[in-house]
């Protein structure tokens, strides 16, 4: 059954957020995603903060995508640089699909 992580982010810096947006939707579709995007929140109390929706087939192909990604150097890098430009991670989640 294909699932979704997902991550909302208050994006300060938009020019460090785009750079490392892209880098890491690219990482993610290498390391096995089915599917990589980003969202602007346009209503509610998230207005402006950026969503991540990376889809894989199952729950195993996302765990192996993560510890890819986890373990690449531009993993490490976005960690460092996203906070020092004032981008910050307001939460993740991990969806299942639902068939109907």
């Known amino acids: 059954m294909a699932v979704t992580w997902t991550t909302r982010w208050k994006i300060v810096n938009q020019e460090v957020g785009r750079k490392w947006g892209k ?3 690219e990482l993610w579709t290498k390391a ?3 599917n990589a995007r980003a969202y602007s929140v346009m209503i509610g109390p998230n207005v402006g903060q950026w969503v991540f929706a990376i889809e894989f087939s199952d729950l ?3 765990g192996k ?3 890819a990604v986890r373990a ?5 890098q ?3 640089e996203l906070p020092k430009a004032g981008n910050v ?3 993740a ?3 299942d699909d639902i068939k109907f």
Do not use: Q, V
């Open 23 to 25: 880098i890491a939707i």
């Open 32 to 34: 096995g995603a089915t």
């Open 60 to 62: 195993a192909a996302f």
């Open 65 to 67: 995508a993560r510890d």
């Open 72 to 76: 690449s150097p531009e993993s490490k």
């Open 78 to 80: 976005w960690n460092e």
């Open 89 to 91: 991670l307001m939460d």
């Open 93 to 95: 989640g991990l969806f």
